[in-house]
């Protein structure tokens, strides 16, 4: 199975950046794409950014597109989300989530990822 773990939430002003982190622990099962998710208070999850793992190639929500960049750190197993310019409506928990998932549109469904870290808070003022 494959343990996430995430981390770089916090509080910040509008306007200003945070980094998150995924530690992703594989002892089995491959996976091929990672994301990640945010969910607001009284709101559903949503996917917000996906990478692929093997071509490392990314895509993004509208509403977070040229502001938030997902990445990637092979050799650490570590996944990123540097979000700059940050919204009050960027406010929510972030979760990290990796899963076999091949097809493209499949990838933005939160219900197809099993394997989820425990998220962490993000508040923009």
């Known amino acids: 199975h494959v343990q996430l773990v995430e981390s770089g939430g916090g509080s910040v002003q509008a306007g200003g950046s945070l980094r998150l982190s995924c530690a992703a622990s594989?002892?089995?099962?491959?996976?091929?794409?990672m994301g990640w998710f945010r969910q607001a208070p009284g709101q559903g999850r949503e996917a917000v950014a996906l990478i692929s793992t093997r071509s490392s190639a990314t895509y993004y929500a509208d509403s977070v597109k040229a502001r938030f960049t997902i990445s990637q750190d092979n050799a650490e197993n570590t996944m990123y989300l540097q979000m700059n310019s940050l919204k009050p409506e960027d406010t929510a928990l972030y979760y990290c989530a990796a899963d076999q998932i091949n097809r493209y549109l499949s990838r933005w469904t939160t219900s197809n990822y099993r394997y989820w870290g425990q998220g962490t808070q993000v508040t923009v003022s």
């Open positions: 594989v002892v089995s099962v491959s996976r091929s794409c």
